[in-house]
């Protein structure tokens, strides 16, 4: 009986911290009955709609009663949406419920808690953000829950170590993406090979435009290959390189495309351009910085070092028209700027060694006179009276 | 054979009959400098000259491509610092001089104190001195803001803002400076002028008085070596030729300073900026920066900071009043006391803009 009040006392602390309470909404929200009742036994009578605690199978439907009905949630929040149950519904969660019974897929309280539920927007919330990640891997983490079902269980690792992971979890940057970034939430679900592009262009839009109007665009529709993941991967998408599009441990080009090819030929040639303007930005900065370090004003070819880092990361992006004219064009023009930098910065080291002889020599000629002034001082003798 | 048009005795006449060259010259020739131990000390006051003639020179020089407006006075110390020939030499020289004036006027301030060179009959000389000491460091809180950098721009809201902490005028002082409740472009213009004219133009009358009462009392001898054998050496040209030499090796210091450590330009104020941290004033300003910082919030229920101010007024008042307060000095005594609160003040002084430095 104690333990029992105890489980009691930790739900209701929990309700009590839950968005549903600040709201005013009681436990016969959900379980129904009547609270006003002075007796336990009349409060959860059946007959007045006490359904005590819901089957799992049952708690979609139950949480939709208020969640997806416009005119009831208004009177909380006239701007929440009330479509997450027909999203849940078509979502790959919603799919095995409904047609494959499957008891352990997720449904709304394994997501957002039972009593303890939480407005999305609070830290502490397990559907904030930067703990969705780990409130997936509750179930996609484990492979024992997870067992006779054909996706693997390793998804949360790739994660953290991702572009993305690092981004969101590590540097605490709310608008990279979690899990519900490109799945979805509600309607979560296996993006469509298709579609791949799309989810990525959330984000990446400049990149799926030059993608689109590539020849890659009809390859991989032909082949059905799921497009932006066929070079950078899934959830373990890593921070891209120039060795990412050729180089023999990171190369992916090379995947699909023999030597000698066109394919590899432009892949090659892409490298060539972009290694290039690297190379020539590496080497006007290293200029800059050392009559920097001289105390030289070196904001002019420090702006020109920007442009022609701008003109990298453009001819970076334009790989994803995989024609090398486009590439190397930009990366051209940005090599005709990081020559210019390390023009100024060679003009202004020309400065600063001007300075230097000019600083010896007007040393040299005070202190030569100061010798003189000395000597002559002497020469008066010390006169003390 | 002379020339026609340039007969240099016939020039020479014509010029002594109008101006008082004679004079000066038998002047200058009967002038003596005192030698002792102390002797070193007597070069102070001339580096003192030579700095500030040499911040005229580089101030006018600045002058010729500085703007003083809010859109335009980064800009233009950008250009001179970048396209203007010597511009970045003519400005890092300006900013060293300033700050070796400074120190110079310390350590002169400092040795005339503990040798009590300000008794009869120099008093005048030395709050002549005083003054001359407070209005450079006008200049100095003036022109820091005139870059227009941010570190200018929040040391000088920094600055101003101590101001209000003085009692009943402080308030006042601070808008009158800025120009406002803010640190906007209309104080810019204000330090603009005070730092061309009004604190120069105060300086000049100041140091001509300041020269003049040298020149009238002669140097003083201090106490210690006034009764033994009194030696002196000719200020013309014995002790002239000396100081020009100090003055040769302060201009290869200033060169040498500004080669090696030249004035740099600074982001651009941004007013919306927030104060960035660990935000200092000058070397010069951190003793008193340091002290305020040290003292709590509400001293016997009066602020900290409002004490702290009344209190460095009320020291400042004494020591310019000290020759009349010195009165063992005055009748030819030893005054340990006054010794005793010099180095006292020497090292209070040391070690607060030290840990300010340092911090």
Redesign the interface.
Known sequence: MEEIDEAHEKIVTDFLGGAHAKKGIGCEGCHGGDPKAEDASDAMDPEVGYIGIPARHEIPAMCAKCHADPNYMRAYNPNISTDQYSKYLISGHGKRLTKSHDSKVAVCTSCHGTHDIKSSNEPSSSTYVMNIPFTCAKCHGDSTYMAGRNIPTNQFEEYVQSVHGEALLKKGDRSAPSCAGCHGSHEARRPDPQGVANTCAQCHSYNRELFIASPHKAAHEKHKYPECEVCHGNHNIKKTSDDLLVSESLGVCQKCHDPGTKGMVAALTMRAAIDSLSYSIENAKRLVELVRTY?M?T??PEYQLRQAHDKLVQSRALIHTFTPDKVSLVALEGKTIAVQAEDQGKEILEQYNF??RG?IF??IV??V??AL??V??RS?G???? | MPSKYFDIAKISRYLHHRLPIGETKEILKSK?VP?HKFSLFYYLGGICLYLLIVQVITGILLLLYYSPTEDSAYQSV?FI??KVSFG??VRSIHAWSSNLLIGALFVHFFSTFLLKAYRPPREFTWMSGMMLLLICFGLGFTGYLLPWNELAFFATKVGTEIMSAIPLVGDTLKEFLRGGPNVTGVTLTRFFALHIWVLPLSLAMLAGLHLLLVQRHGMSRPMSVEVKQK????FL??FL??D??VW??F??AL??LS????T??GEPADPLAPTPLGIKPEWYFLFMFQLLKLLPSHILGIEGEHLGILGLGLIGLLIFLVPFLDRNSAQGKKSPLLTTIGWTMLAVFVALTLWGVLE
């Open positions: 105390g004003n904001e002019d300075r230097r600083f007007s040393v005070i202190l006179l100061s002034l000395t002559k001082i008066l010390r006169h003390i009276g | 003596e030698v950008k610092m970048t970045w030499l030696r002196s050496m000719p040209p014995h030729l000396r020009l030499n040769l090796l201009l290869a060169i040498t080669f090696y450590f030249p740099h330009l």
